[in-house]
């Protein structure tokens, strides 16, 4: 099998996985809440891994809220610091037509509970220009959201600018790090915002972990009410998943640079081959600065789910888009904003790289689609009589 789907989902880490077999076996379950010698011991464990995360990121360990996803921690940020937000004049919400879906879904909900979002739109290389976003942030702006890196073209947005403007006219700043995570240097020196997501599945950890960062002086009403995580986010810790990911982001952090130099001369040596050797292909997003990982091609007269069947069939693991949009025959919301038809739009696919990929890989992948394209082309092919 080649897995080409980092994106969506990477391998746990062989040192994460065993710190959960251990977790998991080791008789360590106690609730963190409890005061008895078994609950003190889970609450020094959170705590290690909250200091863990807060050292990898440049922040304390009072400003990590531990989610458990993704998804939650861009709900939260979103909608919890809208619910509080000091200034109630403030009724302006800045986001992108280019964040992920569960991002969509908060700034949705933010307009049925009264808010005026502005939802800004990507030029054609995916990149949502600095000028719009600077002429968005108007002084009526209560919070601003936009994604470090794009989960399916893997474009770089302008948060540390980004950032910067919102902090110079006090509104609060977000920005989903998901994508970022492991793949270019990340900590709160390099985009000083005020709230940071993070998902454990993207950098070597278990699926169903997040982070929230929630700076020093703001403050975030919570969805689920309860005393933990500093009174943001009710619910007993799940103390394994906390250290799993304090583990995957330590060692993603530490391996940072030596993988990004190596997978982004994978990826760039895939490109250039494909490119060479097919017609009517098209990099999305190659205009912009991309994660080194990421390549989302468009093929010319292909219906991408058809290629990515025929790839699948010889082992070959990629994606038509985010998988938390899998099952929907809906072209990429994505690539659409970018400016794609929805034709185009479905003859795209996603080939995400990882820290296990191999030049060996590289080859299989690209002969494998010189045999495919021309295949699928000719069966789609006006006349054909398939």
Not at 245 to 269: C, M
Not at 344 to 369: H, I, K, Y
Request: aromatic share 4%; proline share 5%; charged share 20%.
């Amino acid at each position: 099998m080649i897995y080409w789907d980092h994106n969506a989902a990477a391998p746990v880490r062989a040192e994460v996985g065993a710190l959960l077999a251990k977790a998991f076996t080791g008789g360590g379950f106690g609730n963190a809440s409890s005061v008895h010698g078994g609950g003190r011991e889970a609450r020094g464990r959170l705590d290690a891994a909250r200091a863990k995360v807060a050292r990898v990121l440049g922040c304390e360990p009072k400003e990590i809220c531990f989610t458990a996803s993704g998804s939650e921690a861009d709900a939260l940020a979103l909608l919890g610091a809208y619910a509080a937000r000091p200034v109630k004049e403030r009724r302006r919400v800045v986001g992108s037509t280019v964040e992920h879906p569960a991002l969509l879904g908060a700034l949705t909900q933010l307009e049925r509970e009264g808010a005026q979002v502005v939802r800004l739109a990507p030029g054609p290389d995916g990149r949502v220009p600095l000028e719009s976003l600077l002429e968005a942030l108007t002084p009526d702006t209560a919070l601003c959201s936009l994604m470090w890196a794009n989960n399916e073209t893997g474009v770089l947005q302008p948060v540390a600018e980004a950032a910067r403007a919102c902090r110079q006219r006090g509104i609060l700043f977000h920005t989903d790090a998901v994508q970022a995570a492991g793949k270019v240097p990340l900590t709160l020196r390099e985009v000083d915002a005020d709230l940071l997501s993070l998902s454990a599945h993207k950098f070597g950890g278990p699926q169903g972990a997040g982070v929230l960062v929630v700076r020093k002086g703001v403050d975030v009403r919570a969805l689920t009410p309860g005393h933990q995580e500093g009174g943001r986010r009710g619910g007993t810790q799940n103390v394994p998943y906390a250290e799993a990911l304090a583990l995957a982001l330590e060692l993603a952090a530490n391996d940072q640079a030596a993988v990004a130099e190596r997978v982004g001369a994978l990826r760039d040596g895939f490109e250039q081959q494909v490119l060479a050797r097919l017609s009517g292909v098209t990099v999305n997003g190659a205009g912009a600065p991309r994660v080194p990982n990421t390549s989302n091609l468009r093929f010319d007269g292909v219906e991408g789910e058809a290629l990515l069947m025929a790839l699948d069939l010889e082992g070959i693991h990629v994606s038509s888009g985010a998988a938390c949009a899998s099952g929907t025959l809906s072209p990429s919301h994505v690539l659409r904003a970018m400016g794609l038809s929805p034709a185009q739009a479905r003859g795209s696919l996603r080939f995400s790289l990882g820290p296990t990929t191999t030049d060996a890989e590289v080859s299989r992948v690209v002969e494998a689609l010189c045999t495919h394209v021309p295949r699928v082309r000719a069966l789609e092919a006006p006349g054909s009589s398939a």
